[in-house]
C-alpha cells in the first residue's frame, strides 16, 4: 500500500454485537500478525486486553519510585528539620530519633505514589485527549450504549487496505467503516 493511501485514513474499525465476537475477532486479528489495534467496548470485555496483545505497562515502577522519591523527601525533612536546622533537646530525646519519623515518611510516600500513580495514568494512556479519529465513524457513538468496535490502524506494519478490510469482514461484523483522520 502507497504512503499516501495510509494517510488519508487512520484505520479500518469493525462493528459488533456482542462481546464474544468483539473477542473472538481481535484474538484473530491478532493471531494475523497485526499489532496497532484497539477495541471500545460499552462494558468489560474479560481477556479483550490479551487477545489484543497488550504488554504491562510501567506503572508499577512509576507508582514505586514516587513511593520511594516521598519516603527518602519525608524521612529527609524530618531529620533535616530536627537534627540540623531545629535541634531541641525535648524530654533527653536524641535528635535523630527515627521512629517518630515513621509515620509522617510512611505518608508521604503514598501520598507521592497515589500522586505519581495519577500522572503516570494520564500519561500513559495519552489523556487528555479530547479528540480521537474513532468519533468520525458515525455509529461510533453506540460503543457507549450496546455496540463493540475493533479497530486497526493504518501505522500498523500489516496493514493493506484490501487484505485488511477482507478479513475484517471475514469476522462477520456488523459493519467495516473507514476511519478518517
Known sequence: MSETKKQTIFGLAAEFDTGEALLEAARRVHAAGYRRTDAFSPQPVEGLSEALGFERTGMAAITGIGALFGAIGGYFMLWFANVIHYRWNIGGRPAHSWPAFIPITFELAVLCA????????????????????????????????????????????????????????????????????
Open 114 to 181: 497515589s500522586l505519581a500513580a495519577v500522572i503516570g495514568m494520564l500519561a500513559l494512556n495519552k489523556l487528555p485527549m479530547p479528540y480521537h479519529p474513532m468519533f468520525n465513524v458515525p455509529t461510533f457513538s453506540l460503543a457507549s450504549r450496546d455496540k463493540f468496535f475493533l479497530l486497526i490502524e493504518s501505522t500498523d506494519p500489516q496493514f493493506d487496505l484490501a487484505k485488511t478490510r477482507a478479513l475484517l469482514e471475514g469476522l462477520k461484523p456488523l459493519s467495516v467503516t473507514e476511519v478518517a483522520p
